[in-house]
């Protein structure tokens, strides 16, 4: 896209001297109570800064913004860099890879990294932390302690929260604005019966098809994705990266502008990834978003509708670089020298919303799982006698079901445990807002003698972002838990 505008949120801010209002020290530090910024030295608290230079209606939205801290990332940008301190002159060195400040070792100013660099280590803005360590520590704990039984033994011992890290991490934070263009087919049930008697008795359905399209003009405000490439592996078998996705959303419309004093006490991670490595995950998420806005105008269509044609026309985008605040206890899971699994438990420093992946003792589940499976043959074989007799025939329909009760049990608590599955919903999370609706809804023909319940081919609630690369152990859970 050519006409890219920058917006320079870096712009007025010097190249190392962050100074208290009051008295001009550099001793500050962001005070969680209130979520300012506090002088160190006279104990002046203030308001950080806004965000501003965005367009704020994304409905006016056009061509490209991006802000300073989200331009592409340097290939060859080193993260040693050295900042002339504003107090003496000094030259001070900043290992971006581990810091965002330094103090200056003459005149003992603290120093910090302001201006965006070509390097990922300095956003737009900054989300400060608002949910205190011991919360964040009694959310992990009620968490795992629901998880206990079936925990690694190993873990069991080694639990304990103190050394929960409090953590930066990279996201951008995307508004886009398009017109979104959906056509295709749906039905309409009009009578449900059944045929046939006895054992071979099945249901039956009519209903009317319509041709349906909709126009209309969706804003998407403030979605947010991972700017880490390791993050952003949501399919990872050795990381269970999806955990930390699962606890969006954040408000980033509280997010303010970037002032390395809100990582003191905190720990970052780098920006990584480019707006071009990100636009790909962006625009099917913006089209999930679409595809489900579009649902509230379908109601009437209780067996779904298929789409066979959705187009989704970017008219303005707008890119920011946010530091997002997590809580995050993790474990690393040695089954053997060369496989070794990192657990994650999270938590939104915001909302305090928590996920989390607990290390499973195998044995255990499989050897319960295979004495619940044993009592369900046992119990079907039981019940075969009186169905032998003639005492029942109906109410002993569910016999089918014991035999695989074993196997239904290993699949829902390998996914209470390892929630491979959890994941942000975008689809409904994310501030949406549409206009300009334009509706058709043509009458085709009745369907009569219909034997799924569901249009076929209905994908109306697809989601084709972030759940591709699930396990299919966790598709199963996931269908065990709704069901």
Request: charged share 20%; net charge neutral; with cysteine.
């Amino acid at each position: 896209m050519s006409n890219v505008r920058v917006v320079h949120t870096d712009a007025g801010k010097d190249h190392g001297k962050d100074t208290c209002l009051s008295c001009g020290a550099t001793d500050i530090t962001f005070n969680p109570n209130t979520g300012q910024l506090r002088c160190d030295f006279c104990r002046t608290e203030f308001v950080p800064q806004s965000v501003s230079g965005f367009e704020t209606d994304v409905s006016r939205l056009q061509g490209k913004v991006v802000g300073a801290g989200a331009t592409d990332v340097a290939a060859d940008s080193d993260a040693i860099i050295t900042l002339a301190c504003g107090g003496c002159g000094a030259e001070v060195i900043i290992d971006t890879d581990e810091v965002a400040q330094a103090r200056c070792h003459w005149c003992r100013n603290t120093l910090s990294l302001n201006t965006q660099v070509p390097n990922g280590a300095v956003p737009d803005a900054v989300l400060p932390f608002s949910v205190k360590k011991e919360d964040a520590q009694r959310q992990i704990e009620q968490f795992v302690a629901k998880r206990r039984f079936f925990a690694y033994p190993k873990f069991k011992q080694e639990f304990c929260t103190e050394n929960i890290l409090g953590v930066y991490l990279p996201y951008m934070v995307v508004d886009v604005n398009a017109h979104a263009q959906l056509t295709g087919q749906g039905e309409v049930e009009t009578r449900r019966y059944t045929v046939g008697s006895g054992n071979s008795q099945q249901t039956r359905y009519d209903a009317n098809l319509f041709n349906v399209s909709r126009n209309f003009d969706v804003a998407v405000k403030g979605l947010t994705v991972e700017s880490s490439a390791d993050k952003l592996d949501h399919g990872s078998s050795s990381r269970t990266n999806n955990i930390i996705n699962a606890i969006m959303p954040f408000d980033t419309e509280n997010c303010v502008r970037w002032n390395a004093n809100f990582l003191k006490g905190f720990a970052s991670e780098k920006r990584d990834v480019n707006i071009e490595g990100l636009k790909g995950l962006v625009g099917t998420k913006a089209k999930d978003i679409a595809r489900h806005s579009a649902n509230t105008t379908l109601t009437a269509y209780n067996r779904g509708v298929a789409w066979s044609n959705e187009r989704l026309e970017i008219k303005g985008q707008q890119w920011k670089a946010a530091y997002l605040p997590v809580w995050l206890y993790s474990y690393q899971q040695v089954k053997s020298p060369t496989n070794k699994v990192l657990h994650y438990v999270a938590v939104n420093a915001r909302t305090q919303n928590t996920m989390g992946s607990v290390p499973i003792h195998m044995p255990k589940l499989l050897a319960v799982s295979a004495l619940v499976s044993l009592l369900g043959l046992l119990l079907a074989f039981f019940l075969l006698v009186p169905l032998a007799l003639g005492l029942f025939i109906e109410e002993l329909e569910i016999l089918w079901a014991l035999p695989v009760i074993g196997p239904l049990y290993f699949f829902y608590y390998f996914n209470k445990y390892r929630n491979a599955g959890a994941r942000h919903l975008h689809e409904e999370n994310t501030n949406t807002a549409m206009s300009n609706m334009q509706v058709v809804d043509d009458f085709v023909k009745e369907r009569k003698g219909l034997s799924n319940a569901t249009m076929k081919g209905a994908n109306n609630f697809d989601v084709r972002a972030n759940t591709g690369n699930q396990p299919a152990i966790a598709k199963v859970g996931n269908w065990i838990k709704n069901v």
